[in-house]
């Protein structure tokens, strides 16, 4: 039986995406997200904790961040824990745990104020929720 390894993450990215062919034919796409939460302490005063989280995404997906996720930009995450670990220059053991997203929904974009003031009233339309392509995994990935 298989242990549960899910979670969902909302936040905003911190930086562009970076798009990557590191075999030929599969595609990475890496990205940070910044994640706030808000809470009050025991003296009763608003505490503001973030946290930030490495996301990768494989194949369909990965081209379709490659191309959406940008600095700034509200994203929800759907996916799981990974874990790798290899031995650094000196022979000491390192480890990094990031998230292998398997579901990706970007937050509608604002148009500027300026694109607004050129459009009809009845040409106006509000931006729809946009969800990325299924994703090949690394599992299926051929290296």
């Not at 809470?39 to 081209?63: H, I, L, T, W």
């Not at 745990?97 to 300026?114: N, Q, W």
């Not at 729809?128 to 690394?138: G, M, R, V």
């Amino acid at each position: 039986m298989n242990n549960l390894n899910s979670l969902i993450l909302e936040g905003n990215l911190v930086r562009d995406s970076v798009l990557s062919e590191p075999a030929p034919g599969f595609k990475k796409c890496m990205f940070t997200i910044g994640v706030n939460r808000f809470y009050k302490n025991r003296n009763n005063q608003d505490v503001n904790e973030a946290s930030f989280f490495d996301v990768e995404a494989y194949g369909n997906m990965a081209e379709y961040c490659g191309e959406k996720a940008k600095k700034g930009r509200g994203v929800r995450v759907v996916g799981r824990l990974k874990q790798d670990t290899w031995k650094d220059s000196n022979g000491k053991s390192t480890s990094k745990v990031y998230v292998v997203a398997e579901h990706i929904e970007y937050k509608p974009v604002k148009k500027t104020e300026a694109a607004e003031e050129t459009a009809a009233p009845e040409q106006k339309v509000e931006a729809e929720q946009e969800t990325a392509p299924a994703q090949t995994t690394e599992e299926e990935a051929v290296f």
